[in-house]
């Protein structure tokens, strides 16, 4: 069935996208194109007519390649699965890719003969999400509390002397939060926790003072 595959590779590293291509050749599915622009994706869609969309998250630190499913979807081309192939495998991205009704999401390094099944699958009208937490449960009372302080603008000096811990495995906590959750920077952890209402709008009221 493989060799009947038209794909569409979609991912912001011109080589990576290059290496995906020559994967999917040698295990005998059609590469119709390549791109490295998400809207550009949209017009080889509707000229190169692909089975589907083997796309990338992540384009210049924003995750563009979500907003995929709903630009194709727009253009009349709704019918074009989207399978995404993503470094980022956090809960909030594939939650997104869900919702947005993508045919699937796999880590990029996925096996090739799982890669090649998701193909497949997508072709067939089916979805696969083999990566954890996509059923969305909200962060622990402590994840909660971080982000308050975060959101509060406190160091993570601050947020050390409050929560008893080290400035140094305060930074780890922030960062692992950030990556669990998909954000790139303090700001947009922040962001996310408030439009996810995790925590109150109005938490985010400026740097403080030490206590």
Known sequence: MADMIRVLVVDDETIVG????????AAGVTVVATTTVVSHAVTLAASAEPSLIVSDVMFDERPAGLDLPDALRAAGLGHIPVLFLS???????????????AAGYLPKDASLPALVRAIESA?????????????????????????ELLAAGRTSEQM???MGLSPRTVEGIIMRLARHHGAVSRTQLVA????????????AVGPRRAE
């Open 87 to 101: 470094s980022w495998d956090v809960p909030y991205y594939v939650r997104r890719a869900r919702d947005a009704g």
């Open 160 to 162: 050390a002397g409050v």
């Open 192 to 203: 996310l926790a408030i439009r996810n209402g995790w925590i109150p709008l109005d938490a």
């Open 123 to 147: 072709a067939a009208g089916q979805t696969t999400f083999p990566i954890r937490g996509i059923a969305g449960e909200p962060p622990s009372e402590r994840d909660l509390r971080f982000m």
């Open 18 to 25: 290059q290496g995906i291509r020559a994967i999917l050749e």
